[in-house]
DNA sequence: TCAGTTAAACTAACTGGATAGTTAATACTG
DNA sequence: CAGTATTAACTATCCAGTTAGTTTAACTGA
């Protein structure tokens, strides 16, 4: 039924954005997508203008995600050390709503942002803005101690999105290596980062 | 001058590195790297076997490097603290030496090490080994508390590779941004990094 | 000491297959 | 019937890998 363009334009993006995680901007193939999502090649370009149009939008997806998620947090009424952990939280969930994000983040770094517009760039700037405020906050009621916001953010997102990234490759790892116990469940590692970013920010490091 | 092979094969191979952190195996074009290299494409089928087995001479290159350096930590006979800064330094100074390090290794990891092939795995995996026996011994001598390798590891690692592979994106971000501050050098990311590190095995943290 | 031989190192030009993007025609629905 | 959604088949380009032939250094032995 045509007319009520079912859902050929979200199943796109969700078999793009697998694709796209699974082997690169480069590496991603427009026909195994259309493929993946049971849908005619011309469509991606009937409902997006091109590959690179397509890849955009899931980029611009994700970030607005993290950034609304993030500045919701910043912005709300909390002590300043529930705000980091709400700010940790805030990206994993975003992360989980959208399981490709991870992946294709570390990729934009490993290149340089190459294929972010200006704009997305800007929204992914508003993360690091945001735990700026919230350390600034915490700085000025005395809870947390000076600390660069740039060594903070990396210390929080660096771990996360590698942990979410490589679960493919630790199952892959895990089947094959022999009995190799080092498995970490998603909430303990989460609460790891919160209480280790705490105690960087309290001052309670060395 | 053939006979003497002068460094076309070293030349192809530092050009290649630099395509392939930059753009992707799948992204690299292999015309490019030979311009790159100043010299005829056909080369790099005669001093390598294809496109992919070039990368995987870089990656093999890169774990070996990685693995020998923390394995002579871990077998060094030095207190336990210090072998953990050192086996920080160790991850540094080889990615140092090889600058395409990171973003390679931010790639593999974001696509389940797809083009690594087995025995640059186990090299791979050859470095949480060495952390594990690390964090033993500081168990057996009562100076660190139990802890997960995997996390600990992806605590040290992470925050490396995303600080190292994001050079590139850091500077051009601060070229258009509005006096982005957030400036750190390579010396104090290591200090952090090694505080934090030995603050969670020394059960100084929560 | 040097003509002749060998094999490694190198090159220009080509090939074939993959793939992003196009198009013209068709189905459906309100 | 009007316009949106969809399709099969096509095109043009790009790019990994090949090939046939050339140059050069090192060696041979007379």
Redesign the interface.
């Known amino acids: 039924m045509p007319r009520p363009a079912p859902d050929t334009r979200s199943r796109l993006l969700a078999a793009a954005a697998a694709e796209f995680?699974?082997?690169?901007?480069?590496?991603a193939n427009v026909d195994r997508i259309a493929r993946a999502a049971r849908v005619n090649k011309a469509m991606i370009y009937y409902h997006f203008r091109s590959k690179a149009a397509l890849y955009g939008e899931i980029l611009r997806d994700m970030f607005d995600a993290v950034a609304a998620g993030v500045q919701a947090v910043a912005a709300s009424t909390r002590p300043p050390d529930e705000k980091i952990r709400r700010f940790v939280e805030a990206i994993v969930s975003a992360a989980e709503e959208r399981p490709h994000f991870?992946?294709?983040w570390?990729?934009e770094?490993?290149?340089?942002?190459?294929h972010t517009d200006a704009a997305t760039?800007r929204h992914a700037?508003a993360v690091?803005a945001a735990l700026?405020t919230i350390l600034e906050e915490g700085r000025r009621l005395r809870r947390f101690q000076p600390a660069?916001?740039?060594?903070v953010?990396?210390?929080i997102?660096?771990?996360l999105?590698?942990?979410l990234?490589?679960a493919?490759?630790r199952r892959?790892?895990d089947r094959i290596?022999t009995a190799n116990a080092?498995?970490?469940s998603r909430d303990?590692?989460v609460a790891?980062i919160q209480?280790?970013t705490?105690?960087?920010l309290e001052g309670?490091?060395?």
Do not use: D
Not at 21 to 27: Q, T
Not at 109 to 114: D, F, N, R, S
Not at 148 to 151: I, K, R, Y
């Open positions: 995680a699974a082997r690169g901007y480069a590496g991870p992946a294709i570390l990729r770094l490993a290149e340089g942002a190459a760039l700037g690091l700026g660069n916001p740039l060594l953010h990396i210390g997102v660096a771990p999105l590698l942990f990234a490589s493919p490759l892959k790892l290596a080092a498995v970490v303990a590692f790891h209480r280790v705490l105690a960087v309670r490091i060395a």
